[in-house]
C-alpha cells in the first residue's frame, strides 16, 4: 500500500511545533479493529521512509505508533465500534504522526512508568511496559484532549545533511 503525501496540510498538535514552510500532510481513517492496525503500520512505514528516515529511526516512530493504535482499539474503544484518524507530515526538522480518536478521553502517559528491573520478572506488574518503550522511543509524544477527542502526536527528528 503505498500512500500520497503531498496532500495539503493540517496542523498538528499543540505543544509540538511546526517548521516554517513544513512539508505535506496526509490522512488514513480506519476501523478501531485489530485489522486495522497493517494499514496504520504501512502508513507510518511510508512516511518514514519517505522522510528518508533511517532504519533505527523509522523502526522506533513504527513500535511507537503499533503500541498507540493497538491501545486505542484495546483498551479505549474495548472492542466498541470506532474510528482513528492518522495523519503524518514531513517538515524540514522532523517527520509526524498524529492519532485522533473518539474513545474515552485518556492521557497515554497517565501511569506510565520506567520498567521495575531490580524486580523479578514474576511479580512485576502486567502492563504499562509497551507504552514506556514506544513513547521513549520517539523524540517527542504530545497528547491532549481537543473538543472531546484523543490527540496524540508522535515525533521523530531528521538526521541533518552535513
Do not use: C, K
Not at 25 to 31: G, Q, S
Not at 48 to 70: C, I, K, V
Not at 107 to 118: E, N
Amino acid at each position: 500500500m503505498t500512500f500520497d503525501f503531498e496532500a495539503a496540510g493540517a496542523t498538528r498538535a499543540a505543544g509540538v511545533a511546526q517548521a516554517p514552510g513544513g512539508g505535506g500532510t496526509n490522512a488514513l481513517r480506519v476501523a478501531a479493529t485489530l485489522d486495522s492496525l497493517e494499514p496504520v503500520s504501512d502508513f507510518v512505514l511510508s512516511l518514514g521512509e519517505r522522510a528518508r528516515l533511517p532504519e533505527s529511526s523509522l523502526y522506533r516512530l513504527r513500535l511507537a505508533a503499533d503500541e498507540l493504535a493497538t491501545n486505542i482499539v484495546l483498551h479505549g474503544y474495548h472492542g466498541e465500534s470506532g474510528e482513528i484518524t492518522v495523519e503524518g507530515g514531513i517538515d524540514p526538522g522532523e517527520v509526524w504522526v498524529r492519532f485522533q480518536d473518539d474513545a474515552p478521553a485518556f492521557d497515554p502517559r497517565q501511569g506510565m512508568r520506567a520498567p521495575a528491573l531490580d524486580v523479578p520478572l514474576a511479580q512485576r506488574e502486567i502492563g504499562g511496559l509497551g507504552v514506556f518503550l514506544a513513547f521513549t522511543a520517539v523524540d517527542v509524544f504530545a497528547y491532549e484532549l481537543v473538543a472531546g477527542r484523543n490527540v496524540s502526536t508522535l515525533v521523530m527528528r531528521r538526521p541533518t545533511a552535513e
